[in-house]
């Protein structure tokens, strides 16, 4: 029986990179993302929920859902392993982070990765997504994604998904105390390559292989159709270039939409805990600042007024479709948007303005 992994986390976070570094190792194999495992989570809880209702207590038992699903999963990834001539097999869906509790159950063997990556960077690469679609001639703007076409709903997604993992798989949960789940920074793979994957290989418990550094030198699978996945992936060595990229992409009204709903995820994960990196990287009048955010509140009271009446998406398939689609379409209130982080906003600038400073950042 082969050894499962399963790396999760947001979007546009490193999983491919990630997978890669993984599937350079002589007892690895990572192949390119399924997107199967929301859909088999939601076959497990549907067949639990009925079961629980009385419905197949004449036909089965809650053992053997769990244990026929298991098999299934595994069924599907063993072929892979074997026409690899590896032990282990790593999916690396992102969207595999909302199964994670639901796997560990299912699958004893199996262990967890969550990769978080900064979520500017990740609202920068989403709207570089968006921008492919469009020239594409996708419609990205009626798009159910809204994480491609806002930066403030991207920050809302960011936000729960590092929350829900770090709830799920992080240093104080069950799966981590079980040594089955291992939480890793997209910026520490690539500030500290060596360390973070000896890191891993040690979690895994496989030797550390000097191959996993240089992934662009071997084939991997992976789906290529240059809009979510580039081709440059399959050629790319670990670099640390697209680390910090929101410091000269985001501009301070894009920075304060993403505040506005991912500050807590910034809090959470550790990467800023305070107001003043709204402003890092910059040079203006504090007028300027000021306008930018009279610009994003106006943007972001034009969201609250059209999302008054919006109501969530039902889940066609998928308990992880319903989560997000659930934070995507929850209505946006004056009190979340423009309760605590913007006023704080108006205080930094107050106070900037009081002190007689020309400049800000």
Known sequence: MNQLIFIGGMSRSGANMLGNILDSHPEIACGPDTGIIDEISYLYLSLVNSFRSGR??????????????????????????????????????????????????????????????????????????????????????????????????????????????????????????????????????VMSPESQVRNLCDFIGVPFSMAMLNPERYPHDLNIDNIWTMGEVMEGS??????????????????????????????ITGYDESVDWLFRGMNM????????????????????????????VASESSPARLTIEQIINTPVVDGSVLGKPLPEIDALLRSAQQAGRTFVG
């Open 238 to 267: 670990i670099s640390m270039f697209s680390a910090g990229r929101w410091i000269d992409h985001l501009s301070l009204t894009d920075r304060i939409m993403f505040y506005a709903k991912g500050h807590v995820g910034l809090r």
């Open 285 to 312: 009048p504090v007028e300027r600042a000021a306008q930018a955010l009279e610009d994003a509140r106006t943007t972001l009271l034009g969201m609250a007024e059209g999302a008054k009446q919006a109501t969530p």
């Open 56 to 189: 197949l207590t004449q036909y089965t038992s809650e053992e053997d859902i769990r244990n026929a699903i298991a098999t299934m999963i595994r069924g599907i990834y063993a072929p892979y392993g074997a026409k690899k001539g590896k032990r282990i097999v790593v999916d690396r869906t992102p969207n595999n982070i909302w199964s994670f509790a639901i796997l560990g159950d299912i699958l004893p063997e199996a262990k967890f990765i969550h990769l978080i990556r900064d979520g500017r960077d990740v609202a920068c690469s989403q709207r570089d997504v968006g921008d492919r679609l469009r020239k594409a001639g996708h419609d990205v703007e009626g798009s159910r994604d809204a994480t491609l076409r806002s930066i403030y709903h991207c920050a809302a997604v960011w936000a729960e998904t590092v929350r829900f993992g770090w709830d799920t798989c992080g240093p104080a949960s069950q799966l981590a105390a079980d040594n089955r789940s291992f939480t890793t920074f997209y910026e520490n793979i």
